[in-house]
C-alpha cells in the first residue's frame, strides 16, 4: 500500500504560500526531516559548496516503494497530512508536501530508495521526472540534488556568500543533532568533515561534538519537574557563555522551539552572572502535557503557546539558580601549550575557520560556532562526570557561601585597578572595583527588600531641579520613590524637595544618589517594581563603589575580599563582569615550566 497519497487542491495550497525555497538550508532541512520520519538512526548530509553545487543525503530509515518514489515528486503529494485538520494534528516533523517538488523544479536531483524490497532510482531535471528504474539499494534513501537554481539565475544570486549558506546549514544541523541523540548525524563539506555524532543516545556526547571538549567541560547537568513541566538536559557555566544567541536550544516534547518568553526565562535564571550581550550554551528538553502547549505551525518557524507558563517558568528560575549558586564560578586562565595544539588541529580546520572568520564577519554578531569545530583528539572525558557531582550542590546553608570562594589575601595593587591576592590554592586577580559593586549591589537590594520604614530625617531638605521633560515623568511615577521611602514635595518649578530618605542610601553626597535614582525612573526602562529595585541597586552600586585608579590600602582590600566571599555571588559584578580571575599553583607551574605535561 502506498504511503503516499494526494492530498486537497485547498490544502496544497495554504501550504505552498509560505513555502519558498530560498537557501541551502530549506532543503537540507527538508531532506533531513524526510529522513527522520523515516525512523532513520543514521543520516549523513555531503554538501560540495556548501550544498550550491551539490547536497547529497543519505539515511537508513524505511524507504520507499516505486509507487511512493515517484509520488514523492509530483505536487501537492505528501505521506505526512491529506486533510486540514491533520495540519493542526501533526506528529511528523516536515509537513511541507510541496518541499520535494519545488525542489526538485529548480536542481537536478537523484532520488535512490529501497524499502528492503526492490530498490528505486528516480531521476528528475528541472522537475520533469527523467528515468525510473531499479537501483541496487539495499535499505534506505539517498537523495542528491545538484545545481540548485540552474534554471532561475536569479535564485542563484542569493546564494552567492557560501559562507552564511554554510554557517546556517552547520547550525541547522546542530540543532537536530541535539534534538536526537539517538540518530547518528554526520555532516561533510567538500569532503570536509563538520560534525560527527555516535548517535548513541548520550546528549553531552552531542554537545561535545558540536561545541569541543572545553565547553563540554563546563556544562553542568540539570534536571527538575513540578505537576505540569519536567525539564531537562546541560546549562553550561557563565563563563562559557557566547555571543550568539543561538547556542540555546529548547525542545518542546522533542520538537526544537523557538520562543521569546522561554529565552527570556532562561537569561533572566543567569541574571548578572553574564553580561547582557551574551548567552549561556543550554540545550533544555521540556516534557508537557500536550493539553498545555498549543503548537503554532508555520512553515518557517515553530513557536508555541504554553498554558501555565509561570509553573515553568519558575521551575526554569529555580532549577538553573540554584545550580549556579552551588558552583565555584571562578574562570581559570589555563595554561595551554599553543603550538601543540595549533599545528595538527589548526591546519585541518583551516578551511572552516575561513569559513567562520567570514561569516563573523558577515553576521557583524560574532558567531557561536567560532569554536565549535576545534576537535581534540583523543577525547577522554568521562561522560557521566557532570550528572554524578550533583551531590555537592544540596550541602546548602550556613557558610556555603565563604566555603564556594576560599579566604584570599591580598598582596598588592596593579594599576589602582586590580588587586593580586593568594591562597594556597593559587594567584588571585580582584576587580576591585567590580568587587565593591557587587557587594554594594547585594547590600542596598536586600536593605530595599526588607520593607523596613527606618528614615533618616533631613534638618535641611534637599531641593532638586530637573528638566522639564523629567519632572514630566517623575511626576507620574512619585509612588516609586514614595515606596522607596523617600519623602517627597512638589516644589515650584520643575523642583522637587527631598525631607527624608531611607536610612540604606549613602550619606556622602546624597543629592548625588537621589538623582542617581530619578535618572533610573526617568529612563523610562521597567516600571516592574522588581526590575525598578534592582535597577536602582545596581546604579547606586555602580555610582558608590570604589573606583579605578583609586589606590585602596591593603586593610581596605582585605576588607574588600572577605565581604566579597560572603556575598551570593561573588563571581560577577552586577553587570555580570567576572570579579575574580585565577591562575592555579598547577597552571603557574606550567607557565614557567616548573611542571611538564
Ligand atoms: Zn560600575
Ligand atoms: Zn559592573
Request: glycine share 4%; with cysteine.
Amino acid at each position: 500500500m502506498s504511503k503516499i497519497e494526494l492530498m486537497s487542491e485547498d490544502l496544497a495550497n495554504k501550504i505552498a504560500a509560505g513555502e519558498v525555497v530560498e537557501k541551502t538550508m530549506n532543503v537540507v532541512k527538508e531532506l533531513v526531516e524526510n529522513a527522520i520520519d523515516a525512523q532513520s538512526s543514521f543520516i549523513k548530509i555531503e554538501l560540495i559548496d556548501s550544498g550550491v553545487k551539490e547536497i547529497c543525503v543519505t539515511d537508513d530509515g524505511i524507504g520507499m516503494d516505486k509507487d511512493d518514489a515517484v509520488m514523492a515528486f509530483s505536487r501537492h503529494a505528501t505521506s505526512k497530512l491529506k486533510t486540514l485538520e491533520d495540519l493542526f494534528n501533526i506528529e511528523s516533523l516536515g509537513f511541507r508536501g510541496e518541499a520535494l517538488p519545488s525542489i526538485a523544479s529548480v536542481s537536478r536531483v537523484n532520488l535512490k530508495t529501497s524499502d528492503g524490497n526492490t530498490g528505486t532510482e528516480v531521476i528528475i531535471n528541472g522537475g520533469n521526472i527523467e528515468s525510473v528504474s531499479n537501483s541496487d539499494l539495499k535499505q534506505g534513501t539517498k537523495v542528491t540534488v545538484r545545481d540548485l537554481f540552474y534554471n532561475t539565475p536569479v535564485r542563484l544570486k542569493y546564494l552567492k556568500n557560501l559562507y552564511i549558506e554554510l554557517a546556517n546549514v552547520v547550525e541547522y544541523v546542530n540543532k537536530m543533532a541535539l534534538s536526537f541523540p539517538n540518530i547518528k548525524f554526520v555532516l561533510l563539506n567538500n569532503g570536509k568533515e563538520l560534525l560527527n555524532t555516535d548517535g548513541k543516545g548520550n546528549l553531552l556526547k552531542v554537545i561535545n561534538a558540536i561545541y569541543g571538549l572545553d565547553v563540554t567541560k563546563k556544562m553542568i547537568a540539570i534536571e527538575n519537574d513540578n505537576k505540569d513541566y519536567k525539564i531537562s538536559g546541560y546549562i553550561s557555566y557563565p563563563e562559557a557563555a557566547r555571543t550568539n544567541r543561538n547556542v540555546i536550544t529548547t525542545l518542546v516534547n522533542g520538537r526544537i522551539i523557538r520562543n521569546n518568553d522561554l529565552m527570556r526565562t532562561i537569561l533572566d535564571s543567569y541574571h548578572t552572572y553574564i553580561p547582557e550581550s551574551k548567552y549561556p550554551i543550554v540545550v533544555m528538553n521540556i516534557e508537557a502535557d500536550p493539553y498545555l502547549i498549543d503548537i503554532n505551525i508555520h512553515p518557517t518557524k515553530m513557536d508555541i503557546k504554553f498554558s501555565n507558563f509561570d509553573n515553568l517558568k519558575s521551575l526554569i528560575n529555580e532549577t538553573i539558580s540554584k545550580k549556579l549558586e552551588s558552583l565555584t564560578l571562578i574562570p581559570t586562565l589555563e595554561a595551554k601549550d599553543k603550538n601543540q595544539l595549533e599545528e595538527k588541529e589548526v591546519k585541518e580546520s583551516i578551511n572552516f575557520k575561513d569559513v567562520i572568520d567570514s561569516y563573523i564577519e558577515n553576521n557583524k554578531n560574532k558567531s557561536n560556532i567560532d569554536n565549535d569545530y576545534q576537535k581534540v583528539e583523543e577525547v577522554t572525558i568521562d561522560f557521566e562526570v557532570n550528572e554524578e557531582k550533583e551531590s555537592y550542590s544540596n550541602q546548602e546553608e550556613e557558610d556555603t557561601n565563604s566555603e564556594r570562594v576560599k579566604k584570599m589575601y591580598p598582596v598588592g595593587l596593579v594599576h589602582g585597578t586590580y588587586i593580586i591576592a593568594e591562597n594556597e590554592d593559587g594567584m588571585f586577580i580582584i576587580d576591585q572595583h567590580a568587587a565593591n559593586e557587587r557587594i554594594n549591589y547585594e547590600k542596598y537590594l536586600k536593605a530595599m527588600g526588607t520593607h523596613d520604614n527606618k528614615v533618616i530625617d533631613l534638618l535641611i531638605p534637599i531641593k532638586i531641579e530637573l528638566s522639564n521633560s523629567d519632572y514630566i515623568i517623575l511626576k507620574e511615577n512619585m509612588h516609586l520613590l514614595e515606596e522607596l521611602n523617600f519623602t517627597v514635595e512638589e516644589f515650584g518649578i520643575n523642583t522637587i524637595l527631598i525631607r527624608s530618605h531611607p536610612y540604606w542610601l549613602p550619606t556622602f553626597n546624597i543629592e548625588e544618589a537621589i538623582r542617581r535614582i530619578i535618572e533610573v525612573i526617568v529612563s523610562k526602562e521597567s516600571f516592574d517594581s522588581y526590575k525598578f529595585t534592582e535597577k536602582v541597586a545596581i546604579t547606586l552600586a555602580c555610582k558608590m563603589s570604589i573606583k579605578a585608579n583609586d589606590h585602596i590600602s591593603l586593610e581596605t582590600m582585605e576588607y574588600l575580599l572577605d565581604t566579597l566571599r560572603k556575598t551570593e555571588n561573588p563571581f560577577t559584578c552586577p553587570h555580570g563582569r567576572p570579579t575574580i580571575i585565577t591562575y592555579s599553583n598547577y597552571e603557574l607551574e606550567k607557565l614557567f615550566k616548573r611542571a611538564m605535561n
